[in-house]
């Protein structure tokens, strides 16, 4: 993985751990394939929430349409990382 | 493609120490997920529109066994519902399987005509149906003296929050009713009626039916603030020419086919023979969609859609205001703050 993806999935999990007050991982040790619904337990109106601060750091658009693909972490930066490069 | 700039950050908006304190005094309800609950398939009165002898649910057969129920309520524990709403036909006819259910299932609302008292025991939010003063209920529901015999049976009990709903018939009778039940210190909230399918019968709202009714509604959370539960926004969003589904994109399974994260992965609404049918999913099941203004979609319908309302103070203001009403009107405990906007805001595109 390259240092971009690996910051973002990074960024994006410290976002997930302070939002929704995760404890036992920190953003080093957090699996970034980890299913976040499944295996995380959170649920739509926790991934709005963590989309709204991802909108604030990396200034794009979530839409709600889809959420459901947004599974993982990793799944996640990619997407943020497509946002941003359709973005510039 | 660009994506359109946002005027105000999150953090910014939530950066207000009213907003603040608000979506920090909502957000920790985010971890109720609902199903819904056909109890029994008999009922004390016969109303006019009733959705639940509307399409196939009503014939059923009943599982009565408090045993099967409690299997149920632990199974629906596992797979992650926190919160239960019990309804159909009338509940209050099976106080020993809504007992069941409170013992497996701390946090839930059980919807009741209000004729028999549900023992205070089993503490879930009642909500109690009234569909106009005494003389219209007579005519619609066939029973009479309602309201008086529903806040007799519900006097000083915490539970209760009465729910008007508005057929075109009794706009102008809410402000009779909503004043007995405030002189009396109690709660309530507002429904809309909205069709079964099929149904074209003259209780459908209108254009002018639903303009008259915002009307209303506005005069009577302004004289009542303290006890009727609502706000400009929920008065925006069920009186609104379109739908709720044309509006927010119904997220129940029933208009969703997506299993993968909210309501239709987790839904369900059980029949009373303990089956549940995804095409049949939703909190109100043969609603006709594209009429649906009921109360109860909605408090999951716009709360699902936080991020589209995260544009500006003022529309997560009336998002918040929203949530905190549907929280006030079916959490018991919960108790409503006062509203962050005092007017009317446009209902926001799709994000």
């Known amino acids: ?88 | 493609m660009t994506a359109p700039k946002q005027a105000f950050k999150f953090s910014d908006i939530i950066a207000d120490p009213k907003i603040r304190e608000r979506w920090e005094k909502v957000r920790r309800y985010f971890f109720l997920r609902e199903s819904t609950y056909d109890m029994t398939s008999r009922c004390n009165i016969k109303c006019d529109g009733c959705y639940y002898y509307a399409g196939e649910k009503q014939f059923a057969t009943a599982n009565t066994s408090p045993e099967y129920w409690r299997g149920l309520m632990e199974s629906e524990k596992e797979r992650g519902i926190t919160f239960v709403v019990l309804a159909g036909a009338e509940p209050a006819l099976v106080p020993e399987l809504c007992q069941v259910c409170f013992d497996v299932m701390p946090l839930g609302a059980i919807a009741t005509n209000g004729l028999k008292p549900i023992p205070r025991e089993i503490d879930y939010q009642i909500h109690i149906s009234v569909w106009g003063n005494d003389q219209t209920s007579l005519a619609v529901r066939k029973a009479p003296d309602m309201l008086a015999r529903q806040m007799n049976n519900y006097k000083d009990d915490p539970r209760a929050v009465f729910v008007y709903t508005f057929t075109p018939n009794n706009i102008e009778e809410a402000a009779e009713v909503v004043k007995q039940v405030a002189d009396q210190d109690m709660k309530i909230t507002f429904n809309m009626f909205s069709a079964p399918v099929g149904y074209t019968g003259p209780l459908c709202h209108d254009s002018a039916s639903l303009l008259k009714t915002r009307e209303a509604m506005d005069a009577l959370l302004t004289s009542y603030p303290q006890h009727v539960l609502f706000s400009k926004y929920n008065i925006v969003s069920h009186t609104h020419p379109k739908g709720l589904h044309d509006l927010f994109s119904c997220p129940y399974p029933r208009r969703n086919p997506s299993t993968d994260i909210g309501l239709g992965r987790s839904f369900r609404q059980y029949r009373t023979d303990l089956q549940w049918d995804r095409e049949a999913a939703c909190c109100v099941p043969d609603t006709d969609c594209d009429d649906c203004r009921h109360y109860a979609a909605g408090s999951a319908v716009v709360t699902a859609r936080m991020y589209r309302h995260a544009t500006d103070p003022d529309t997560f203001s009336a998002w918040l205001d929203y949530v905190d009403t549907y929280l006030a009107v079916w959490v018991r405990g919960y108790e409503k703050g006062q509203n962050l906007c005092d007017h009317f805001i446009t209902p926001p595109p799709s994000a």
């Not at chain 1, 699996?31 to 991802?54: N, Q, R």
């Open chain 1, 1 to 88: 993985m390259s240092t971009d993806i690996q910051q973002t999935i990074q960024r994006i999990a410290e976002i997930i751990i302070d939002e929704l007050k995760l404890e036992d991982v920190t953003p080093e040790t957090f699996d970034p394939d980890l299913d976040l619904v499944d295996e995380v337990g959170i649920d739509s109106m926790d991934l709005a929430t963590v989309a709204l601060v991802l909108r604030d750091e990396y200034g794009i658009r979530i839409d709600e349409d889809d959420y459901p693909r947004l599974t993982t972490v990793k799944i996640i930066a990619e997407y943020i990382i497509e946002k941003q490069s359709e973005n510039e």
